[in-house]
């Protein structure tokens, strides 16, 4: 079996909002006609996550590395980290390292 031709048309970035996901997988056997095999019951999926590269790269570390982006750490938002990024540049222009 194959699941190269698997899409997912929505994706989980609603699990970042606090709703469950609701993915999950159905298989079935099938003879070589396509027909399904009335001796063999079919199998459903536990819920899983799909991620999208948005949701993938924002995940944080609960134990983050040293060399991990500040954007990684816990409570840093985009706002904060664009704080930090202008007070570097500021300490650079300033002559503090």
Request: aromatic share 6%; glycine share 4%.
């Amino acid at each position: 079996a194959t699941l190269s031709d698997l899409q997912a048309t929505t994706s989980s970035e609603a699990l970042l909002a606090g709703k469950a996901p609701t993915f999950r997988l159905l298989v079935w056997a099938v003879d070589a006609h396509g027909e399904a095999v009335p001796s063999v019951t079919y199998v459903v999926s536990e819920y899983f996550v799909v991620a999208t590269k948005r949701v993938k790269h924002a995940i944080k570390s609960d134990i983050p590395s040293v060399t991990d982006h500040v954007s990684k750490l816990l409570h840093i938002g985009k706002a904060t980290v664009e704080k930090l990024q202008d007070l570097r540049s500021a300490a650079v222009e300033e002559g503090f390292d």
